[in-house]
């Protein structure tokens, strides 16, 4: 019985072992502090980013801090280095912290702010089309309820933000 013979056609190479990729509960672990900064300050920037520069814009005391955050980030699997040697974003990471927040552009917005909008839009409306024909208190009262319940929600998630 032959073993292993590399000229047998019919074993195909095994394949290289790649980089385990983190789990979500691992980056949520390891981003946080400088490093969620960082994510962050990458993140609403939407374009590619230097060592230097994010050593200036988080004010951290050297180049090397910066690249380390940056490394983390790499190592994460959320960023990585293009041909000019600048960082990329490579995936939004859901992570708690951000889970109250979408993504409008280069805006973080918290989610709330859709309801607030919505509810308070459709009291305005409501209040504006049937004035002259009597307004029923109870669908005031349910929108007037809604839209200060959103807006205090939205109010009170962008005073928690972490950037």
Same mark, same amino acid.
């Given at each position: 019985?032959?073993?292993?013979?590399?000229?047998?056609?019919?074993?195909?190479?095994?394949?290289?072992?790649?980089?385990?990729?983190?789990?979500?509960?691992?980056?949520?672990?390891?981003?946080?502090?400088?490093?969620?900064?960082?994510?962050?300050?990458?993140?609403?920037?939407?374009?590619?980013? @230097?060592?230097?520069?994010?050593?200036?814009?988080? &004010?951290?005391?050297?180049?090397? /801090? #910066?690249?380390?955050?940056?490394?983390? =980030?790499?190592?994460?699997?959320?960023?990585?280095?293009?041909?000019?040697?600048?960082?990329?974003?490579?995936?939004?990471?859901?992570?708690?912290?951000?889970?109250?927040?979408?993504?409008?552009?280069?805006?973080?917005?918290?989610?709330?702010?859709?309801?607030?909008?919505?509810?308070?839009?459709?009291?305005? @409306?409501?209040?504006?089309?049937?004035?002259?024909? &009597?307004?029923?208190?109870?669908? /005031? #009262?349910?929108?007037?309820?809604?839209? =200060?319940?959103?807006?205090?929600?939205?109010?009170?998630?962008?005073?928690?933000?972490?950037?």
């Amino acid at each position: 019985m032959k073993e292993n013979d590399p000229s047998d056609d019919n074993s195909a190479p095994l394949p290289k072992k790649s980089k385990d990729t983190p789990s979500s509960s691992e980056i949520e672990s390891e981003l946080r502090g400088r490093t969620l900064r960082a994510y962050l300050f990458i993140l609403k920037s939407g374009k590619s980013v @230097g060592v230097r520069e994010l050593q200036r814009a988080l &004010g951290l005391s050297s180049a090397s /801090v #910066a690249y380390h955050h940056l490394d983390k =980030l790499t190592r994460l699997g959320l960023i990585e280095k293009n041909e000019y040697g600048e960082y990329v974003l490579l995936k939004n990471s859901n992570v708690n912290v951000l889970q109250a927040f979408t993504q409008i552009g280069r805006l973080l917005v918290p989610r709330f702010t859709f309801y607030a909008v919505f509810f308070t839009t459709l009291l305005l @409306g409501y209040l504006v089309v049937f004035f002259s024909r &009597g307004i029923d208190p109870f669908a /005031v #009262a349910f929108g007037l309820f809604a839209s =200060l319940f959103a807006w205090f929600e939205t109010v009170r998630t962008w005073r928690k933000r972490p950037f």
